[in-house]
């Protein structure tokens, strides 16, 4: 079992930042694949940026590349996200998901893939 939490959102105008945490538990957190996924109101929920095991191979959304930025930490059982140049369309509850896989090397991109999920933070964008 994993739990996730998520923190680090909230309000900012456009063109600001914000850096999103999330805090695994459990001793198994480096075996996990993580990813941020975000869900806008009225739509599904999408993938933002993933990460493997080993913190190599940042994967993004065309919608987030250049401005978003996906790590973790392994000794601290933490993955962040930071997340710059923000604009109106970024707003959605950001959700942290863990993914269970035996390569070092592999992300996962579909949120079928995901064993574990947080239960989300609000990340709001005013223009």
């Known amino acids: 079992q994993v739990q996730l939490v998520e923190s680090g959102g909230g309000l900012v105008q456009a063109g600001g930042s914000l850096r999103l945490s999330c805090a695994a538990s459990?001793?198994?957190?480096?075996?996990?694949?993580m990813a941020w996924f975000r869900q806008a109101p009225g739509k599904e929920r999408a993938f933002v940026a993933g990460?493997?095991?080993?913190?190599?191979?940042?994967y993004y959304a065309d919608s987030v590349k250049g401005r978003f930025t996906i790590s973790r930490d392994n000794a601290k059982n933490t993955v962040y996200l930071q997340m710059n140049k923000l604009k109106p369309e970024d707003t959605a509850v950001y959700y942290c998901?863990?993914?269970?896989?035996?390569?070092?090397?592999?992300?996962?991109?579909?949120?079928?893939?995901?064993?574990?999920w947080g239960q989300g933070t609000q990340v709001t964008v005013s223009s």
């Open positions: 998901a863990a993914g269970l896989v035996m390569s070092a090397k592999v992300i996962l991109t579909t949120k079928n893939e995901y064993d574990y």
């Open positions: 459990g001793r198994t957190f480096s075996s996990y694949a």
């Open positions: 990460i493997a095991r080993s913190g190599g191979s940042p």
